[in-house]
């Protein structure tokens, strides 16, 4: 099959956010934008209801299962079973630190607790010229279905697909970045703080090895996020000459074929260092990893899963 178009992340083992450093993305000629309608800000209302939700937290009340030392260990990091949120091992579980793009974790549970797959976003300047990692070929001034754009955030990181949905959920990016602030309140988690829908900046952005593992378990609530996370790639029907958009999925594991990844998201900045959500399901078992500032993060995961699941299958 011959397409004009192809939007290719190159696949690294984590994606890069620094606005000195910008992927190489496919370009595609498009016919002149059509004028975009204006749009009112609308007061965005976070899922939830009132109170704190803590359906979703991890246990850090019980001694750890596995013990595992690395030779250059991360700066924090968590093992976890996703279905009971029991803690397996940990190193530093509430330590705040940069997060890069796990940030887009929250963007992708507030989007689809929002709108449906079938929404059509408006593509603005602003989303166009986002720096650093992203999508690549989005047609200012034409709309592009919503689940594409999901697509686009959760397997290449794509920047400019997460300012896109921010814009079109909250009206605006500020207001998109406050509903995500209230959304982690309303999960319990504590050591969060979001200032961006894609983790470009760091100031002022932060989480923790527990709260990203409650967010991991939220999300993969949500079918249309576990269908995403878990795809080696996706073709996908696309307003750019060629017709289709081609996402491959950035996450180191399942670039390595490593069996049964369900999940979930890479990140990377100078200041946040090579980090990584990722989560597996070996029948019956799901378990999730959380490492911030790794030197190796897929090859410490590994050692992190391979232990885990053996410790589980032997009690």
């Given at each position: 099959?011959?397409?004009?178009?192809?939007a290719?992340?190159?696949?690294?083992?984590?994606?890069?956010?620094s606005s000195s450093h910008r992927p190489e993305s496919?370009?595609?000629t498009s016919p002149k934008p059509a004028q975009l309608p204006r749009k009112q800000p609308k007061a965005l209302v976070p899922a939830g209801g009132g109170g704190v939700d803590r359906r979703y937290a991890v246990d850090l009340s019980k001694p750890d299962l596995v013990s595992l030392r690395f030779r250059k260990a991360p700066r924090a990091g968590l093992l976890f079973d996703v279905r009971s949120g029991q803690v397996l091992w940990r190193r530093y579980p509430t330590r705040r630190l940069p997060i890069a793009s796990l940030t887009k974790m929250m963007t992708a549970?507030?989007?689809v607790e929002q709108k449906g797959p079938r929404d059509r976003v408006a593509i603005t300047r602003q989303a166009v010229k986002a720096p650093g990692s992203a999508v690549g070929v989005l047609p200012k001034g034409k709309t592009v279905q919503l689940e594409t754009l999901l697509n686009g955030l959760l397997l290449v990181s794509g920047n400019d697909a997460a300012i896109a949905l921010a814009q079109h959920i909250g009206g605006s990016v500020k207001t998109f970045v406050l509903a995500m602030n209230q959304r982690a309140a309303q999960l319990g988690l504590s050591c969060t703080h979001f200032t961006t829908p894609n983790g470009l900046q760091d100031r002022g952005n932060y989480s923790c090895p527990a709260d990203l593992a409650a967010l991991a378990r939220a999300d993969l609530a949500h079918h249309r996020i576990r269908r995403i996370a878990r795809r080696d790639h996706a073709v996908l029907r696309f307003p750019i000459k060629g017709g289709h958009l081609f996402l491959y999925n950035n996450n180191p594991l399942i670039r390595a074929h490593y069996p049964g990844v369900t999940g979930l998201k890479t990140g990377y900045t100078d200041k946040s260092g090579r980090s990584i959500v990722t989560t597996v399901k070996h029948g019956r078992l799901e378990l999730g990893v959380v490492l911030l500032h790794s030197e190796d993060p897929s090859t410490q995961a590994r050692k992190l899963f391979s232990r885990g699941f053996r410790v589980l299958r032997a009690g």
């Amino acid at each position: 099959m011959t397409v004009a178009a192809i939007a290719v992340a190159v696949v690294v083992l984590a994606d890069r956010h620094s606005s000195s450093h910008r992927p190489e993305s496919a370009t595609a000629t498009s016919p002149k934008p059509a004028q975009l309608p204006r749009k009112q800000p609308k007061a965005l209302v976070p899922a939830g209801g009132g109170g704190v939700d803590r359906r979703y937290a991890v246990d850090l009340s019980k001694p750890d299962l596995v013990s595992l030392r690395f030779r250059k260990a991360p700066r924090a990091g968590l093992l976890f079973d996703v279905r009971s949120g029991q803690v397996l091992w940990r190193r530093y579980p509430t330590r705040r630190l940069p997060i890069a793009s796990l940030t887009k974790m929250m963007t992708a549970l507030v989007v689809v607790e929002q709108k449906g797959p079938r929404d059509r976003v408006a593509i603005t300047r602003q989303a166009v010229k986002a720096p650093g990692s992203a999508v690549g070929v989005l047609p200012k001034g034409k709309t592009v279905q919503l689940e594409t754009l999901l697509n686009g955030l959760l397997l290449v990181s794509g920047n400019d697909a997460a300012i896109a949905l921010a814009q079109h959920i909250g009206g605006s990016v500020k207001t998109f970045v406050l509903a995500m602030n209230q959304r982690a309140a309303q999960l319990g988690l504590s050591c969060t703080h979001f200032t961006t829908p894609n983790g470009l900046q760091d100031r002022g952005n932060y989480s923790c090895p527990a709260d990203l593992a409650a967010l991991a378990r939220a999300d993969l609530a949500h079918h249309r996020i576990r269908r995403i996370a878990r795809r080696d790639h996706a073709v996908l029907r696309f307003p750019i000459k060629g017709g289709h958009l081609f996402l491959y999925n950035n996450n180191p594991l399942i670039r390595a074929h490593y069996p049964g990844v369900t999940g979930l998201k890479t990140g990377y900045t100078d200041k946040s260092g090579r980090s990584i959500v990722t989560t597996v399901k070996h029948g019956r078992l799901e378990l999730g990893v959380v490492l911030l500032h790794s030197e190796d993060p897929s090859t410490q995961a590994r050692k992190l899963f391979s232990r885990g699941f053996r410790v589980l299958r032997a009690g």
